[in-house]
């Protein structure tokens, strides 16, 4: 089970993963926090009126695209986005928004869907969302309450029957030492990268990056991954950055996705290269 905060984070973060256990058989299952209302369209060429006046019906399609792409499951957690607030100092949140709901009632709902779908894996944001909008780091605050709140019985008695997950994981997909690692194999070949200015803010920090703890090998699956992207139109210009990169230099230079080992209920030696290490099949 992967949570996400938002419509295209399930294929921005893990894609590649995702669809390499599904190709295996895996029953793999993508909760989304909101609905996506309040996110901006990035993409230039569907930046109109119509577009824009039904943007919660927009992004719902695109969901549903992009799932069928990847072969999951989905659920929506059914709140609100929050909107990324802007400004020195910057705006309060709106009134209502998933950031702002209890966090009682947000893991009630996780744990209704962890109890029913009966996952071994989770895997969700670090605790500073991946980077710092609202709705991922409240995302990650449901999650792990969820992880750990789905298997006691005293908890949420009416959610379900208690099922305990076995593994928790932080996504990692866009750490620094793999920006570099691309920027540089770019320059290499004569090309320009899009990194620069980026790495030139994201300061090295050696103990964040030492947090990997688990490299998932699942380059073949980076086309899939793409065509999931392009399914979220309003947020992924097929122009833009996301795909400067050719994608043989990114299979090349780094060929997997990257995740923290956050608990584990059963036997894990670090570092691992599949989130269901440990995980046997009477589990």
Same mark, same amino acid.
Not at 189 to 198: C, I, K, M, Q, V
């Given at each position: 089970? &992967?949570? &996400? =905060?938002?419509? %295209? ?16 058989? $895996? %029953? ?11 996110? *901006? ?6 930046? +109109? ?18 799932? %069928? ?12 986005? *929050? ?15 998933? =950031? ?15 109890? *029913?779908?009966?996952? &071994?894996? $989770? ?14 780091? +409240?995302? &990650? ?9 789905? #298997? ?43 990194? =620069? ?21 699942? *380059? ?10 392009? =399914? ?25 996705? %990257? ?18 290490? #440990? ?5």
């Amino acid at each position: 089970m &992967h949570v &996400h =905060a938002h419509p %295209d984070d399930e294929s921005s973060k893990g894609a590649a993963t995702t669809a390499m256990y599904v190709a295996q058989g $895996v %029953d793999v299952h993508v909760v989304t926090c909101t609905g996506g209302e309040r996110g *901006s369209i990035l993409n230039p060429k569907m930046d +109109r009126p119509e577009i824009l006046a039904n943007i919660s019906e927009v992004r719902r399609q695109e969901m549903e695209r992009a799932r %069928d792409i990847l072969g999951v499951t989905q659920d929506w957690l059914g709140f609100v986005d *929050s909107g990324f607030p802007e400004g020195d100092p910057a705006p309060p949140l709106p009134e209502g928004c998933f =950031a702002l709901v209890p966090l009682e009632e947000s893991a009630e709902r996780l744990v209704r869907l962890m109890r *029913s779908f009966r996952p &071994h894996v $989770v895997t969700t944001y670090d605790e500073k969302g991946g980077y710092p909008h609202p709705d991922h780091v +409240r995302c &990650h605050e449901v999650s792990v309450a969820a992880f750990e709140a789905a #298997g006691d019985p005293k908890r949420f008695p009416d959610a379900g029957d208690p099922w305990q997950p076995l593994k928790l994981y932080y996504s990692h997909n866009w750490n620094r030492p793999k920006m570099m690692a691309i920027h540089e194999a770019m320059l290499e070949h004569g090309l320009e990268s899009p990194y =620069a200015d980026r790495l030139e803010e994201w300061k090295p920090d050696p103990e964040w990056d030492a947090r990997v703890t688990t490299r998932v090998p699942c *380059s073949d699956y980076f086309g899939v991954r793409d065509q999931a992207l392009l =399914a979220h139109a309003t947020q992924i210009d097929p122009d833009g950055p996301w795909f400067v990169i050719p994608r043989e230099i990114q299979q090349k230079v780094w060929g997997t996705e %990257d995740y923290e080992l956050v608990t584990s209920h059963v036997e894990s030696e670090i570092p691992e290269d599949d989130l269901f290490a #440990g995980v046997t099949p009477d589990a």
